[in-house]
């Protein structure tokens, strides 16, 4: 069965770092276009980035390009979105899915960043 399981969110200072981790399985997550996408409170969900399966071809929303890398390692299962400058406005909980996104989601990782 489709499992992701986000990891690695927390409290942060504005101007901070975080680096968080997505587990994917029950699904080809090695040909699979895979993104991030976040929830600030109060708001609908937000695109945040996205990874083709092969790496090569990565893309950003404006809000976060410069500062947020995402990654993955396919012999692994594992996405990753390493966030650098953080501000209060990248306060959200974070979810990882596919590209379009499985009919399933994880329960998110919260990121709160304090200014």
């Known amino acids: 069965q489709v499992q992701l399981v986000e990891s690695g969110g927390g409290v942060v200072k504005s101007g901070g770092s975080l680096k968080l981790s997505c587990a994917a399985s029950?699904?080809?997550?090695?040909?699979?276009?895979m993104d991030w996408v976040r929830q600030p409170p109060g708001k609908e969900r937000e695109f945040v980035a996205r990874?083709?399966?092969?790496?090569?071809?990565?893309a950003y929303a404006d809000s976060v390009k410069g500062r947020f890398t995402i990654s993955r390692d396919n012999a692994k299962n594992m996405l990753y979105l390493q966030m650098n400058s953080l501000k209060p406005e990248d306060t959200a909980v974070y979810f990882c899915n596919r590209s379009p996104p499985l009919g399933y989601w994880g329960q998110g990782t919260q990121v709160t960043v304090s200014s």
């Open positions: 990874i083709y399966w092969n790496s090569r071809t990565t």
């Open positions: 029950g699904f080809t997550f090695g040909a699979d276009t």
